[in-house]
C-alpha cells in the first residue's frame, strides 16, 4: 500500500488479470487482495469479471478476466516484479506462451510512460487487439487515451470476434456503499472517537442503513452504544485478529479475509444493501470495490488522526447530489458520490 494519499504523485498503472485454472473467480479476487496489499501499490478501482474464449492457444479452459486501476510509486520494471511475485504465490509455472495458467497479470498501459525491452512493452502491444481486455478496461477506463485513441474507440474499432461474456464473482457485483461522516480535511477521528455526533448525521445513517448490513472493523462496533451490534441490520466484523466463525459472540458474522468477506455476502439476499461503515483501515481495504459512497462533509476543522481519502478529488468518482444542512449552527452537506464506470459494451 502507499501511506501518503494518491494524489500525492503515484504513477497509475492499469493491469489486466486473467484465470482459466482452478477456482478461476476465487485466484483473481485473492490477486486483487494481494495487490492491494503490496508496497507502494494502492489499487483503485476493478472491473467486472468476464468469461472468454483462449487466445492465441485454443485447446484450454475459457478464462475469466478483469482489469483493475493501481496507484503505484513503483518503477514499472519493480511493478512487474511484483506481479510475476502475485502471479508465483498463487501456483502460476511459466510453460507454455498464451497457455493455461492459474493466475496471469499484465500491464497495460502507464500514461505518459513508454518501453519496449524484452521482458516488458508500455503500452501492451496487443492490448488494442484483445477483446477481453479492452472490454473490462472500458468499463473501469472508457476515455483513457492510448495511442491516440480512446479505450472505448479502441474497442469499438477491435477485430477479436471471441465471445466476452459477463460473469458473476467480482466484488464489484455487490454494489458496496461507503458511508461516513469527516470535516473539512476528510478526518474521520481521534483516538478511536468520532469528530462529530450530530443527530441529522445520525439520522441519515440509520434511514440508509436499516434493514440492510453494515461491514465494519472490530474498533468500530465498540463505538456503538453498549458496543452492540445495531437494531434492524445485520453486522460483518471484518477483522484479522479474530478468527472465522459463522457468527460472533455478539451476534455479528465475522470474515477474517477479504475472501472470506466476498463467501460471505455471496450468501445473502442479492436485494440486500451493503454499508462499509468503517474504521479508517477498512474504509480502504474496501474503497476500491466501492460503487457509491453516501458522506457527510460537516464545514468545520478537528484535530484528527485518521482521514478519509478525499473523493471530491478523485477522478474516478462523481458527486451525484449535494444537500445542505445546518445544526445548531453547524454547517453540513450530505454529499452522494458514484464510481465513474463505462456503459457496458
Known amino acids: 500500500m502507499i501511506d ?4 500525492g504523485g503515484a504513477s497509475v498503472c492499469y493491469l489486466s488479470l486473467g484465470a482459466n485454472l482452478g477456482k478461476r473467480e476465487q485466484t483473481i479476487r485473492l490477486a486483487l ?10 489499487l483503485a478501482g476493478v472491473s467486472s469479471f468476464y468469461e472468454t474464449a483462449p487466445w492465441g492457444v485454443e485447446n484450454q479452459p475459457d478464462f475469466i478476466n478483469a482489469t483493475a486501476k493501481v496507484y503505484t510509486v513503483l518503477s ?8 510475476q511475485r502475485i502471479e508465483g504465490k498463487l501456483g502460476r509455472v511459466r510453460h507454455e506462451h498464451w497457455g493455461a495458467r492459474t493466475m496471469d497479470i499484465d500491464l497495460l498501459h502507464m500514461p505518459g510512460i513508454a518501453m519496449d525491452t524484452e521482458e516488458l512493452r508500455l503500452p501492451h502491444p496487443y492490448l488494442s487487439e484483445r477483446a477481453f ?9 472508457d476515455s483513457l487515451v492510448i495511442c491516440g485513441n480512446t479505450v472505448g474507440e479502441h474497442l469499438l474499432a477491435c477485430k477479436d470476434t471471441g465471445e466476452v461474456r459477463r460473469a458473476k464473482g467480482s466484488p464489484m457485483d455487490f454494489g458496496l456503499c ?6 473539512e480535511a476528510w478526518g474521520l477521528g481521534k ?3 468520532l469528530l462529530f455526533h450530530l443527530s441529522a448525521d445520525l439520522m441519515r445513517f440509520r434511514e440508509l442503513t436499516y434493514g440492510h448490513t453494515v461491514i465494519l472493523g472490530r474498533k468500530t462496533l465498540m463505538t456503538f452504544p453498549s458496543g452492540k451490534p445495531l437494531e434492524g441490520r445485520r453486522h460483518i466484523l471484518l477483522s484479522r485478529s479474530i478468527n472465522d466463525a459463522p457468527e460472533h459472540a455478539d ?4 470474515a477474517g479475509t477479504l475472501a472470506s468477506l466476498w463467501e460471505t455476502l455471496e450468501r445473502l439476499p442479492e436485494q440486500e444493501r451493503f454499508f462499509v461503515v468503517g474504521g479508517a483501515t477498512v474504509y480502504r481495504e474496501l474503497l476500491p470495490y466501492c460503487s457509491e459512497a453516501e458522506i457527510t462533509l460537516v464545514h468545520a ?11 471530491d478529488l478523485r477522478a474516478d468518482f462523481s458527486l451525484q447530489s449535494c444537500q445542505k444542512m445546518q445544526e445548531n449552527g453547524v454547517e453540513m452537506e450530505f454529499r452522494s458520490y458514484r464510481r465513474r464506470m463505462g456503459a457496458e459494451a
Open 4 to 7: 501518503t494519499d494518491v494524489t
Open 33 to 42: 487482495e494481494e495487490i492491494a496489499h503490496t508496497e507502494g501499490v494502492e
Open 76 to 83: 514499472p520494471m519493480e511493478l512487474l516484479r511484483q506481479m
Open 133 to 141: 481486455v479492452l472490454r473490462p478496461l472500458a468499463q473501469i477506463a
Open 178 to 183: 461507503l458511508i461516513a461522516c469527516v470535516d
Open 191 to 193: 483516538g478511536g472517537k
Open 251 to 254: 451476534g455479528c458474522f465475522v
Open 301 to 311: 476543522r478537528r484535530e484528527a488522526d485518521c482521514f478519509l481519502p478525499r473523493l
